[in-house]
């Protein structure tokens, strides 16, 4: 499982539902050289090679364009190499699955230019309830739904929205998408056997880039 939509930077193995290997780099801008290192070693660590794989799944957005173009050329790569499937995962659905705490609805967001965020609400079991959109927070961002519900903000975008938001119902979880959650997710999709076409797949970019529980063992 590879991530790198944001400046983060990690890779996770896993063998049937349990995480076998972990790899976790917060330097800004270092995926491009730290990812296939973190492969060979999380890899090595399970005691594994790409053809013992059963499939690659890889974060496919929204999130940096640079680092989401790196991830997902290097799963695709991997995969032609082996000839396993490819998995893409919804990144803010990988925020969603690192929810912790009480509530009753998620908010995963990511830090996007000034106050806007690339947002989607989840409900308590990650499970999406709406498409992911770029939103320009304020104070009274998300009233509706806090009025109603308690609401954990998670991600890079939730420290944003902390400053600014001081409704009782809401609770923040600030931190960055990580591999390793990715596990469920992409255990569901290879039971369904939801693969990306390896030749065709693009990341979700959301806008366009503007220069300046069986046993089963995935990456």
Do not use: W
Not at 28 to 57: C, F, G, K, N, Y
Not at 81 to 101: F, H, N, R, V, Y
């Amino acid at each position: 499982m590879i991530e790198t939509s944001t400046d983060c930077c990690s890779v996770a193995v896993s063998d049937g539902d349990r995480i076998a290997a972990v790899r976790v780099d917060e330097t800004p801008r270092q995926q491009s050289a730290m990812l296939a290192p973190h492969i060979v070693e999380v890899l090595q660590e399970a005691a594994l090679t790409p053809h013992d794989l059963d499939a690659v799944a890889v974060s496919e957005g929204p999130g940096s364009y640079t680092g989401l173009r790196v991830g997902v050329s290097t799963a695709k790569g991997i995969c032609f190499g082996a000839g396993i499937p490819l998995i893409g995962i919804d990144t803010l659905q990988i925020l969603a699955c690192q929810a912790t705490g009480s509530f009753d609805r998620i908010v995963a967001m990511l830090d996007a230019r000034r106050m806007e965020v690339y947002a989607a609400p989840f409900d308590a079991n990650a499970c999406k309830l709406a498409d992911t959109a770029a939103v320009i927070l304020d104070a009274d961002s998300y009233r509706q739904e806090l009025e109603a519900e308690r609401v954990l903000f998670i991600g890079t975008g939730a420290a944003k929205f902390q400053n600014i938001c001081t409704h009782p119902h809401a609770s923040f979880q600030p931190c960055f998408p990580h591999a390793a959650a990715m596990l469920q997710p992409a255990l569901a999709a290879l039971q369904k056997k939801e693969f990306k076409d390896v030749a065709y797949f693009e990341p979700f970019y959301l806008k366009e880039f503007v220069a300046g529980v069986s046993k089963h063992a995935i990456l």
